[in-house]
């Protein structure tokens, strides 16, 4: 072999298994970004501030969270749901005449990274008056029972039982809000309805729907539990969008209510559907009634393939994704339905990854393309009469610098 070859053989199959290395690694490192999402990166938010007209909550601090001024904002928070909660924290200031007067009490379940959350919610949101309560699952995951789907298991979809446990008792009245949906309305307008004299909560109703296919026949069947709607005129109501009354709900211990339909369901399965039924058996019939523009619920479609739906007749104030379709997940799938447009405005998500994917498709074909030069070159060099007597020390290097310049020049775009 000649001697002018750049690299020994040893040498050549080295740098073969570097390149190798190279592609693997890049399509490894984007494989795996694309994949994690416990490690989103959200944008920061605008600030918004109030109008002229909104009162003060008074002296700045944490008492501040107690304020009867706010409008007080209950939410659960997760990793898996987070890209969903910035879009509704967002979408509630943007709507808000005093977003400054907006306070979050977010749930979290005692094991989550609570410092994760906060440093999530803070960067994106800088003023946000928030503060994070944990919830032990621990106390509730023996009373939960499989439904029709597994996300409505999650212990942290049965944290709204407990909020009279778990928030401060200074609190009056609290608008509770899933995650998966966004306000296109002032909540204050939400948070003000009337709960009349003994009403807890208040709730869309919505009595063209079929409640007894909530209930399993067992349920209908028991002459003593079939009772449990006499006298009532119990519609369905969705959970996701509630105004609660925190302080009759603590004097009419509802949260033990709850869990006493729970614990029999561990018994007797009288229901499937997740958290929702114990409400039902407990308030339905008994809510103050809210206009249906707050929830236009459903648009997830079904608890089985999360089909795409249409918005229910009349005028919208919160757009509510309940059901098996997320929008952000449909989105990042590039299989959105039409609906989903109208979340995507408020999606704070960064796309870490999507420069990651771009450097790739610029990084590989560099890299293959050295790899096929070397292998192009090995061959070639082998086929080089060894001119190195005839051409001495500073010509042989001249001779080497051609050889380089006829196998590795770059292909140049045309004009």
């Not at 490192?29 to 490690?39: D, R, V």
């Not at 209950?74 to 007067?101: E, F, K």
């Not at 919160?318 to 609906?339: E, F, I, M, T, Y």
């Amino acid at each position: 072999m000649s001697k002018l070859a750049l690299f020994p053989p040893h040498h050549l199959h080295r740098h073969h298994l570097l390149l190798v290395l190279l592609l693997f690694f890049l399509l490894a490192s984007a494989t795996n970004a694309a994949a994690t999402t416990a490690y989103h990166r959200f944008k920061e938010a605008p600030q918004f501030y109030n109008s002229p007209s909104c009162r003060s909550l008074g002296s700045s601090g944490a008492s501040d969270m107690c304020s009867d001024e706010g409008v007080h904002v209950a939410m659960t928070l997760d990793a898996a749901y987070l890209r969903g909660s910035m879009a509704a924290i967002l979408s509630v200031l943007q709507h808000s005449s005093c977003p400054q007067n907006i306070l979050f009490h977010f749930i979290a379940s005692s094991t989550a990274n609570h410092h994760h959350l906060r440093h999530k919610i803070s960067h994106s949101f800088p003023s946000l008056k928030f503060q994070i309560y944990p919830y032990a699952s621990s106390a509730v995951s023996g009373l939960i029972s499989t439904s029709i789907r597994s996300a409505l298991d999650c212990p942290l979809n049965y944290a709204r039982n407990y909020l009279a446990n778990i928030l401060p008792p200074c609190l009056r009245r609290v608008v509770y809000l899933d995650s998966d949906l966004v306000l296109v309305d002032d909540i204050a307008k939400l948070a003000a309805t009337p709960l009349g004299d003994n009403s807890v909560l208040a709730a869309p109703e919505y009595c063209n729907a079929n409640f007894t296919s909530y209930f399993t026949p067992t349920f209908w069947s028991n002459p003593t539990l079939s009772l449990t709607f006499a006298g009532r005129k119990a519609c369905y109501f969705n959970t996701g969008v509630m105004v609660i009354d925190m302080q009759r709900w603590r004097e009419g211990d509802y949260t033990t209510k709850i869990i006493e339909w729970m614990e029999l369901q561990k018994r007797m399965r009288i229901y499937e559907l997740g958290s929702l039924p114990p409400f039902l058996l407990v308030f339905a019939g008994n809510i103050a009634p809210v206009d249906h523009r707050w929830n236009q619920h459903g648009l997830g479609g079904d608890n089985y393939r999360g089909l795409c739906r249409d918005l229910h007749p009349g005028p919208v104030s919160l757009l509510h994704w309940s059901g098996k379709g997320k929008p952000w997940v449909r989105l990042d799938a590039n299989r959105p339905c039409p609906l989903d447009a109208l979340w995507a405005p408020y999606d704070l998500l960064q796309a870490p990854f999507a420069l990651d994917w771009r450097l790739c498709s610029r990084l590989i074909p560099i890299a293959l393309f050295l790899f096929l030069s070397i292998i192009l070159f090995r061959r070639r060099v082998s086929y080089l009469p060894n001119q190195e007597s005839d051409f001495g020390a500073s010509s042989h290097g001249s001779y080497r610098l051609v050889a380089l310049e006829t196998w590795f020049v770059l292909p140049c775009e045309k004009e």
